[in-house]
């Protein structure tokens, strides 16, 4: 167990439809980071907060947003679903908004399959 | 943009013997890097890094080398154990102070028995 934690493992759901993905980020961490791993690729970066402000910006569609809580939980929103969407969303964590000393940490990750 | 690739995308190799997992990247001005094992069904998980400013490091098992020259990056893993059967990623966090990590498509290593 990594520590971060992300719900629902998994999620299926039609086109056009809303969901949102959640993260709970390693105790004393205050940044959290979403990642998209499409079938066979690497992770792409969409969007990090760091104690609740938004801090940097991926590739992210503007069908997609996210927030961070004050309680240091994050959501990642997803709408008008298409199928192309389906995919595995990770979520990291680390006590400072870096990634260096490896201070990154996923969790499992919520596969999303959009039909 | 910017990319970080990877020159195989499978390698098979038998158990107890060497393997070793290469990189490259496209943006000269990067100077920290993480080679990252994702086994099935799991998030990526650290295996080590290595700084710009370095050419070589070594962990329990694995070694990072880097080539600042070429641009390229590799992960040697001694004595490949079953365990060691996953997708392996590298990743570039690009210029100082970039707080994303940019990840390679990944190698699948399979250790035969």
């Known amino acids: 167990d990594s520590g971060v934690t992300q719900t629902p493992k998994h999620l299926i759901t039609a086109t056009g439809q809303r969901v949102t993905l959640r993260c709970s980020p390693r105790s004393g961490d205050l940044s959290v980071y979403w990642y998209q791993q499409s079938l066979d690729q690497g992770l792409q970066f969409l969007i990090q907060y760091y104690n609740g402000e938004e801090r940097a910006k991926g590739n992210i569609l503007e069908r997609f947003s996210a927030q961070q809580f004050p309680d240091l939980h994050s959501e990642l929103n997803l709408s008008s679903l298409e199928l192309g969407d389906s995919a595995l969303y990770f979520c990291?964590?680390?006590?400072?908004?870096?990634?260096?000393?490896?201070?990154?940490?996923f969790g499992s990750g919520t596969r999303l399959t959009v039909v | 943009g910017e990319s970080v690739g990877l020159h195989l995308p499978t390698l098979s190799v038998q158990e107890g013997d060497n393997s070793i997992i290469n990189c490259a990247y496209s943006?000269?001005?990067?100077?920290?890097f993480i080679w990252y094992k994702q086994e099935s069904g799991k998030g990526p998980q650290f295996i080590i890094d290595i700084r710009s400013n370095m050419d070589k490091r070594q962990g329990q098992r694995v070694t990072v080398l880097l080539n600042k020259t070429v641009k390229h990056l590799s992960l040697q893993i001694a004595a490949t154990q079953p365990g060691d059967s996953a997708v392996y990623f590298c990743a570039d966090s690009g210029n100082f102070g970039n707080e994303k990590l940019t990840f390679g498509t990944g190698t699948r290593l399979t250790i035969i028995p």
């Open positions: 943006n000269s001005a990067s100077d920290y």
């Open positions: 990291a964590s680390s006590v400072a908004p870096s990634p260096w000393g490896g201070s990154y940490t």
